[in-house]
């Protein structure tokens, strides 16, 4: 059964920093384009970062330079590093394999002071 699930949101200062992780359980998320995305309370659904199967990233502008996403392949778990959170980032944060109904539940991102 395919499976993706984030974790390591919270709740964080204006200027903090957290690592999400998305772990994915019966395919392979090296195998796969894989993509972050967030909700906000109240708005919709936004792209966040893009990994390619081989390493190759992209970003929306309002993350890149702030945000990173990788990959560890032994552990099947596709990361997101947020750095210089803004209380514009505060939301859901869900993963997704690119071109598939497979999405995680999502993990909770706040950024308040």
């Known amino acids: 059964q395919v499976q993706l699930a984030e974790s390591g949101g919270d709740l964080v200062q204006p200027g903090g920093s957290l690592r999400l992780s998305c772990a994915g359980s019966g395919f392979s998320l090296s195998d796969e384009i894989m993509t972050w995305h967030r909700q906000a309370p109240g708005k919709a659904r936004e792209w966040v970062a893009t990994?390619?199967?081989?390493?190759?990233?992209i970003y929306t502008p309002s993350v890149k330079g702030r945000f990173t996403i990788s990959r560890d392949d032994a552990k099947n778990t596709m990361y997101l590093q947020l750095n210089s959170l803004q209380p514009e980032d505060t939301g859901v944060y869900l993963c997704?394999?690119?071109?598939?109904?497979?999405w995680g539940q999502g993990t909770q991102v706040t950024v308040s002071s």
């Open positions: 997704h394999e690119a071109g598939s109904s497979t």
């Open positions: 990994l390619w199967p081989g390493g190759a990233t």
